[in-house]
């Protein structure tokens, strides 16, 4: 079974940059898709963006592109999203998750990965 555990969140100001990772356990990931998502409170889950297993790929919401990157360590099996730019609209729980066999399709809200991880909360103040 794998295990996903986001760290880095916080509070940060509007302009600022911050980085996540993805840290992977019980089972090596380097043939899985990671992606990132978030859910900010009222609002549904969102995808962020994602890179496929050979970190040679990824793709991301409109609303981040630009701004956010996502990469990956296969050796180190974490994942890591880095944020920049972030305004108080990227405030949200983000989540990491991981997906054997789906890449492009994971951006749709009809389709939920095979594992995620806990949760952590970035919020950015104006």
């Known amino acids: 079974q794998v295990q996903l555990v986001e760290s880095g969140g916080g509070l940060v100001q509007a302009g600022a940059s911050l980085g996540l990772s993805c840290a992977a356990s019980?089972?090596?990931?380097?043939?899985?898709?990671m992606a990132w998502f978030r859910q900010a409170p009222g609002k549904e889950r969102e995808f962020v963006g994602a890179i496929n297993w050979r970190g040679d790929s990824t793709y991301y919401d409109d609303s981040v592109k630009g701004r956010f990157t996502v990469s990956r360590d296969n050796a180190k099996n974490i994942g890591y999203l880095r944020m920049n730019s972030l305004k108080p609209d990227d405030t949200a729980v983000y989540y990491c998750?991981?997906?054997?066999?789906?890449?492009?399709?994971?951006?749709?809200?009809?389709?939920?990965?095979?594992?995620w991880g806990q949760g952590t909360q970035i919020t950015v103040s104006s």
């Open positions: 019980g089972r090596n990931i380097s043939t899985y898709t």
């Open positions: 998750a991981a997906d054997r066999n789906r890449y492009l399709g994971l951006s749709s809200k009809y389709v939920s990965p095979e594992h």
